[in-house]
Each structure stands twice: as structure tokens, then as C-alpha cells.
């Protein structure tokens, strides 16, 4: 899908385009990125006392990732030493080992953290640790460590699946690694009212979110931002002004409700409300578009500006979304 805000993309491509080159401006922005594979460290722990000293040498990962502080003397490193000989973990962690080999993730995430220091100079990427961490959390992101699981996402072929519902699982491919993380890092600056939050309220809270992250990527396909299949996208695409028009023919935009809002916003296989085959977390993608209206309407707001604007009327008012409507069906 082409982007609204295209004229303000930093990538010399569109995310429909297979090259991709950083602009100038951004490939001047120095982004040191430290990546440390810690997979292979692990899985040679043999005892305890090898697991201790483990923890010894990667200590903020212990104590942030691991919550080392949470366990009594002794257990954590029983039970690092007993997952590290563990035969399916162990075969887990060769095909993450062999997914994620080569430089492309640190040329991907040094790509990504340009883009956060083109737009916040201040930003100071932190340590990053890849790590099979038995598929018990995916990403750890805050302002002094980056975890990435990469069990998580080795995609169909793994051994074992996170155990999550299949329209999640999909998500959790090697292409979907950064942009997760770039949807991370914008909950850092992506600001809302800290109460009396509204469907349209939180419908522009993770539109703002994508955007950023689509800043962040500017050459990543919308499928891999938002997570949906090509079927999907074509669908939400062309139905567009149907899938608004029922938001506002059922009066949703000022909806308080937490469980209202979460049928339009949270993880559902679909949203049968709109149309069985309409996917789920279409409030998210609509409020996406608004954003991207609006950024084209208002060409002098920066992306930093975009982030702490609390006022979602203001931006809905000043987007001036009208979106067509199409003949047809959802993913038609």
C-alpha cells in the first residue's frame, strides 16, 4: 500500500521497491549497534558453577532479562544448566542459530537505530543480546538493554512454535523481528491521556505506533508492519471507506468501553462485527491511515511532534480522512 506520508519516507525506495538505500541525511547519523550472541555461551554450560558464571559475565542481562534478583541462591543457574542440555531446545537453538547468521541483523538493526537517532539525537541504542530463551518472551526492549529471542523467529520450519493462536504465530518469521522491535521502541515516545481513553483515542495511539515504525523502516512492506497477509491487506485496502463507515454508522469513535474497544483493537482472528473475513486489529490499521492523512495534511509537524499529541479529535479533525467507498466485500 502506498503511503500518505510517502514525501516524508527516508529510505531511497518504496516498501514495495526489493532495493533499498538509507538517504544521506540518515546514513550520516553515526548508530553504533554492540550485538552480542549469547546462544552459543549458553547452550556450552555444562554444570551450575558454568551457569554461574554465566551470570557473572552478563550481568544486566541476568538481572534485567533472566530477574536473577527473583530467585532464591543456586536456582537460576540449576535451571539455566538443565535448559542448556535440553536435546529440543538444543535443536531449537541451531536452526535460530543458523536463521539469524551473517551480518544482516546487525546491517537491519543498525539501519533501524539511524532512523531513531535521525529523528531523536538523544536516543542511545543499548547493548543488544540475542538469546534462546525457550520461547518464554519474544522481545525486551527499554533504555539500557535490547533482548532478542530468536527462537521466536525462526518461523514454520522451527522445531517448536511459540503457543500462540495461528494468526499470531505468522508473525514470529525472521522478517517480522525488527519491525517488533520498531514497534517497541515507539512506546518510548508514542504519548496518550493517561485516562478516559476512547475508541478513536486508541485507534490513533497504535496508528501513531505503525507510523513510527514505518518511519523507523521506511522500506518494509506494510504486511510486515501490522503483521497481516497479503489477502488481508488487499482486502483492508479496497474496503477501506466500509470498514470507517462502520465505525461511524455504530456511533465506535467515542466509545468508552475496554471490551468494545478491544474487539477493534486487540488480537482477534477477525472482527465479524465489520465482516467475517475483515482481520483483526483493524482499528489499529484504520487509525494508521488517519495518522498518515494527517501527516500529509500538515507537512510542518515532525514525526517527534506526531508522538507526544495527545489530542486524537485534533488530529482526526486535521487529517481530513474521507475515505472512498469501494463496491465489494471485506478482503474481496
Keep these: 500500500m502506498a503511503s500518505a506520508a510517502a514525501g516524508l519516507s527516508l529510505g531511497a525506495c518504496s516498501n514495495n521497491d526489493d532495493r533499498c538505500e538509507l538517504s544521506p541525511e540518515v546514513a550520516k547519523v553515526e548508530a553504533p549497534v554492540k550485538l552480542e550472541r549469547l546462544e552459543a555461551p549458553f547452550f556450552k554450560l555444562k554444570t551450575p558453577a558454568d551457569a554461574e558464571q554465566f ?143 476512547t475508541m478513536l483515542g486508541e485507534m490513533l495511539h497504535f496508528g501513531k505506533a505503525l507510523y513510527f515504525a514505518e518511519q523507523m523502516l521506511p522500506c518494509t512492506p506494510d504486511s510486515l508492519l501490522i503483521g497481516y497477509s497479503a489477502a488481508e491487506m488487499a482486502g483492508v485496502g479496497f474496503n477501506e471507506g466500509k470498514i470507517w463507515a462502520h465505525f461511524i454508522e455504530k456511533s465506535l469513535l467515542y466509545n468508552t468501553a475496554p471490551f468494545t474497544i478491544q474487539k477493534y483493537i486487540g488480537e482477534r482472528p477477525n472482527i465479524p462485527e465489520i465482516d467475517k473475513t475483515a482481520p483483526g486489529r483493524v482499528g489499529a490499521w484504520v487509525g494508521w491511515q488517519i495518522v498518515r492523512k494527517y501527516m500529509a495534511e500538515n507537512p510542518k509537524v515532525t514525526l517527534p511532534q506526531l508522538m507526544v499529541e495527545k489530542d486524537a479529535q485534533r488530529i482526526l479533525n486535521q487529517s481530513r480522512y474521507r475515505p472512498k467507498v469501494n463496491n465489494g466485500r471485506v478482503n474481496s
Design 55 to 197: 551470570l557473572q559475565n552478563n550481568g544486566l542481562f541476568a538481572r534485567q532479562f533472566l530477574q536473577a534478583g527473583q530467585y532464591p541462591p543456586g536456582v537460576l543457574s540449576a535451571t539455566l544448566a538443565r535448559l542448556a542440555a535440553n536435546a529440543g531446545l538444543q535443536k531449537l537453538g541451531v536452526q535460530a542459530d543458523s536463521t539469524f547468521q551473517g551480518p544482516q541483523l546487525q546491517q537491519n538493526l543498525t539501519q533501524l537505530f539511524q532512523h531513531v537517532r535521525y529523528y531523536y539525537s538523544g536516543f542511545r541504542v543499548p547493548p543488544i543480546k540475542t538469546f534462546v530463551s525457550g520461547l518464554s518472551q519474544d522481545l525486551f526492549v527499554n533504555d539500557s538493554l535490547i533482548v532478542l529471542s530468536t527462537d521466536y523467529f525462526v518461523g514454520p520450519k522451527a522445531a517448536y512454535r511459540p503457543n500462540v493462536p495461528g494468526y499470531i504465530q505468522r508473525r514470529y518469521t525472521p522478517e517480522h523481528l525488527v519491525p517488533g522491535l520498531a514497534l517497541a521502541i515507539s512506546t518510548k515516545y508514542n504519548q496518550k491521556p493517561a485516562a478516559g481513553q
